[in-house]
């Protein structure tokens, strides 16, 4: 496995690489790495000769000072993780070589970016279509993985990939939990025992939301049911929502054979976690 910090590097191995005939995967990630980025790893291996993954906490998605310095970072074992999977080149590049100077360029999403992720984190987006530009430009993959984990940056990218013409297949990848149902994420980590408790309320929250849907329950006095919910298992609600799981417009009623999702957010004292689940209405 190469490791490689420099752009110039990356693009030598992966010239080398592409002269050979093999295709590129590629898997971003800001590190931290668990059981949901190896998934994706495992599947960019069954699609493709070669895997990039990059480790890059990347600054500008964050419009949160403390939530980026409190971001963890497991370099060491993370490279392990990659080295054990099979993962053929990781990229983690300092900031000033991905920013060498402010970044101007601003992205409009349109409603993608003025609901949920992007209504509660101004900024966000533009941060991750920054990046993930950036990294599609230098690295030009022929296949990309994300995770469903992330829904609306999905379809961020998505847009993305269609309005500026990449030339990439992107793969939606299935949202890996641990054994109590809690999505895994970077975030975890910073769960103290207590907190760790109060999680998997997260998840149950969905599975209750997607059944009582399909039991006809009207949607807003769902949405009533998990702020009482939440409000008994001292866990602050960002939202909680009913959406078309295509174009993540709202929903308010359900169409029978509708794919929905159902997106939430919420912090555990100071720790935002976000998760998801999509059915069939
Ligand atoms: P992150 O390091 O949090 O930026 O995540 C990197 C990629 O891993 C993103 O595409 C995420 O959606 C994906 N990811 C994060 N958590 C999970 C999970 N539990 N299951 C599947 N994919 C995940």
Known sequence: MHVVSTIKELQILLAQHRNNG????????????HHGHISLVTQAKNFCAVVVCSIFVNPTQFNNVDDLANYPKTLENDLSILNTVGC????CPEA?????????LVFDFGHLEQIMEGAFRPGHFNGVGTIVAKFFNII???HAFFGQ???QQYAIIQLLVNDLSYQVQLHCCAIIREQDGLAMSSRNMRLNEYQRTLAPSIF????????LAQNN????SIYNQMVDLYLDKNIKLEYYKFVN???LTEITTLVKGQKVAICVACYIDDIRLIDNIIFNA
């Open 245 to 247: 799981a295509e174009d």
């Open 96 to 104: 000033n070589e991905l920013y060498p100077t402010k970044c101007q």
């Open 88 to 91: 053929d080149i990781v990229f």
């Open 22 to 33: 093999k295709n590129i995967g590629f898997v971003p990630t800001m590190g931290a790495l």
């Open 140 to 142: 030009q993959p022929d």
């Open 204 to 211: 149950q929250s969905l599975q209750t939301g997607e059944k």
């Open 149 to 151: 984990k992330d829904l």
């Open 217 to 220: 329950t009207i949607l807003a």
